[in-house]
């Protein structure tokens, strides 16, 4: 069975964004850039919630033909353009598939039901982007292991990861990485 994680950047004090999913205070180098490469290439499917699937969608394809970016997010565009995406979206009615983004697909609902067929299927891990999405998730108990890769900063205010979440949620640590800018990266599963 395919594994789903949900890997998720977030700051000391628990937020993945800061108002106006503001990601600037996001602490990425080198070492981190080589790092993602490297989780990205067991995955072969993403699937993002309306607005992290609308931020995505706005980047990559055009970094992967921009000239100023590193060679890392170069590397991190063709993966992430390539790659199948499916967004759950009550709103969204239509997708944009293009050149440099394609293997997109929509679903209106999110269905537990559809997850576990997918993840019975042959392939690689599954990711899921988006915060209520990854509520979703939790809640039907079909995130297998979370990657919170802590950043050494303090925000003070946005969106927090388990906003929302009304039950508690026991996780047990697998394994941490740290990172020379000081990031670390928590590995958990479900208790």
Do not use: C
């Not at 067991?42 to 055009?62: A, C, H, K, N």
């Not at 944009?96 to 997109?104: A, D, Q, S, T, Y």
């Amino acid at each position: 069975m395919r594994k789903v994680i949900l890997p998720m950047m977030l700051s000391l004090d628990g937020y993945f964004e800061g108002p106006n999913h503001d990601l600037s205070w996001h602490n990425v180098d080198k070492e981190f850039h080589k790092f993602t490469i490297k989780q990205m290439k067991e995955v072969d499917l993403i699937i993002f919630g309306r607005r992290t699937y609308q931020t995505m969608e706005s980047f990559w394809p055009q970094a992967q033909d921009d000239p100023k970016m590193s060679k890392e997010n170069l590397i991190v565009a063709r993966l992430m353009n390539r790659m199948n995406k499916i967004v759950v979206s009550g709103t969204l009615n239509k997708i944009r598939e293009h050149k440099n983004w394609k293997n997109v697909k929509i679903v209106h609902k999110f269905d537990p039901k559809e997850i576990m067929r997918i993840k019975k299927q042959s392939g690689k891990v599954i990711w899921v982007g988006g915060s209520n999405l990854a509520l979703s998730f939790i809640k039907a108990g079909l995130i297998d292991e979370f990657r919170f890769t802590i950043n050494p900063v303090v925000i003070g205010a946005g969106t927090r990861i388990f906003g929302g979440l009304d039950r508690q949620l026991k996780l047990e640590l697998i394994k941490t990485r740290k990172f020379r800018s000081g990031n670390v990266m928590h590995y958990y599963r479900p208790k």
